[in-house]
């Protein structure tokens, strides 16, 4: 077979796998009968799904910073990026005691509008700074660094009314009987923002290698025409969209719906009495450290290790793993969201703990396997395995457990505080790793990287145990 034969079939490969995967999940969706009319599912759909949208071209718009800063070269070394996606995800983590509240307060359409056209904003100050100093040999007082790291901080502020706001309207639209596979899609969302925010960012890079900040202006863009799109069809609840609401079966339902929503600070000290949100929570911050972990660092490896580099590395499984792995992360993603999501309602009886500790095993697997085949060039394999379980994680406990724990009236502040401990867990994995990861000539053997997996291994472990502890947690309604 020629080269170049191999080479459009190695390309197109990832695309066939995404849409056999995509078009398996919605063949095999289970249905959930709650006794919704066809319009209020047709309205349903006109309401979640440019909402997912909208949340996944966030992801564009946040993970683009890895491959955007891998273009500055020498200008963002490996210690120089944890720092940036440090601030970021500390920015992002601490927002939820102001952005939990004001979307409780605001409502999730208002402020996943806000987010949206926000992170365009923050994207089109990235791009201008990478432009001034690549092309106009701008150099920012203080460095840019600093001044990537405080624009990046500024991005992620709004990207944290994300997913409140996504779970705070779904919460409104969906019975706690549905959210399990509710959150798979929360999952299969989180899954293709980072395709996006990975592969369509390293194609824009590839196709102008000169002009890196393209890789922040074309989210910023897209960022700003699904906020008109979702400005026109996203609602906060069925009445909203002239339908009767419902009893959503969750924390909420043995509350009169004309009771006042308690303050933001009755419902934090709630949430710190609850246990089983506590322990989500601590889970979440593992989940964190874990997740942008395996997503940061791996590109950087591949490309510091050669797996990009050789002729032929298109054809070899490393080169593979690396060339897609936006797509990779999007397809394991959504099969561990939609693996959640169907055996936490149809095996579980809507238990997301168990679901959560199965998934956690597979991530302490992959964290120990990393360990021992690091110097393999199929170590990628391990870390979309990987990818596939705290997908899973992520959609079952901020995208689902929030919402039944937390209840539809306090769900931003829920989400805000789980979510926020998962950018938390991200901010100090960015600053360890980023710290003990070879530089220069060293980076260049696989070996050197061992201090990888070696912060990885007990994160993994410690989420374990952690999840052992909510296998029995159910959400409590008197319905």
Not at 5 to 14: C, E, G, N, R, Y
Not at 347 to 376: D, K, Q, W
Request: with cysteine; glycine share 12%.
């Amino acid at each position: 077979m020629p080269l170049w034969m191999s080479v459009s079939i190695d390309k197109a490969t990832p695309i066939f796998m995404l849409l056999v995967v995509v078009g398996f999940v919605l063949w095999r969706m289970p249905k959930v009968d709650i006794g919704h009319s066809e319009s209020f599912k047709k309205r349903r759909f006109l309401n979640w799904f440019p909402l997912g949208l909208m949340y996944a071209f966030l992801y564009f718009g946040r993970y683009n910073i890895n491959e955007a800063t891998t273009a500055l070269g020498k200008l963002v070394d490996n210690a120089a990026f944890g720092t940036i996606f440090a601030v970021g995800a500390w920015s992002y983590g601490v927002s939820f005691l102001i952005n939990g509240p004001l979307t409780d307060k605001l409502g999730g359409r208002f402020t996943i509008l806000l987010a949206t056209a926000g992170s365009a904003v923050a994207n089109i100050l990235l791009g201008i700074l990478a432009w001034a100093v690549v092309d106009d040999g701008f150099r920012p007082p203080g460095g840019l660094v600093l001044w990537m790291s405080v624009l990046y901080g500024v991005n992620m502020y709004f990207q944290s009314f994300g997913a409140v706001s996504i779970v705070k309207v779904n919460a409104a639209w969906f019975h706690v009987r549905e959210r399990g596979v509710q959150g798979g899609v929360f999952g299969i969302l989180i899954s293709l923002g980072i395709y996006f925010g990975y592969d369509w960012s390293k194609m824009i890079v590839k196709a102008a290698p000169s002009s890196p900040w393209l890789a922040f202006f074309v989210p910023a863009a897209v960022l700003l025409g699904i906020c008109v799109v979702g400005f026109l069809t996203v609602r906060d609840s069925p009445k909203d969209a002239g339908h009767a609401d419902f009893d959503v079966g969750d924390a909420s339902s043995h509350e009169p719906a004309d009771t006042r929503p308690p303050s933001a600070v009755d419902v934090f000290v709630k949430m710190l009495k609850n246990p089983v949100i506590m322990t989500i929570v601590a889970i979440e911050f593992c989940t964190g450290f874990l997740r942008n972990g395996v997503m940061s660092w791996y590109p950087k490896f591949a490309k510091a290790t050669g797996l990009l580099s050789a002729p032929d590395a298109d054809l070899t499984i490393g080169g593979f793993v690396s060339d897609n792995w936006g797509m990779l992360l999007c397809v394991f993603g959504i099969v561990g969201g939609m693996f959640a999501g169907i055996i936490s309602d149809k095996v579980f009886h809507s238990r997301r703990g168990p679901v959560a500790t199965v998934l956690y095993a597979g991530i302490t697997v992959g964290a120990v396997g990393m360990f021992f085949c690091l110097e393999m060039p199929w170590v990628g394999l391990i870390l979309v395995f990987m990818a596939l379980n705290y997908v899973g994680v992520h959609g079952m406990l901020s995208g689902t457990a929030s919402a039944d724990f937390g209840g539809r009236k306090n769900t931003g502040v829920a989400v805000g505080v789980i979510d926020g401990f998962v950018y938390l867990g991200t901010g100090l994995q960015s600053l360890i790793v980023g710290s003990v990861l070879p530089e220069g000539d060293a980076a260049k053997d696989p070996a050197n990287w061992i201090n990888w997996p070696i912060a990885m291994v007990p994160v993994a472990v410690i989420g374990l145990a952690l999840c052992l502890r909510v296998w029995n947690a159910r959400a409590q309604s008197s319905h």
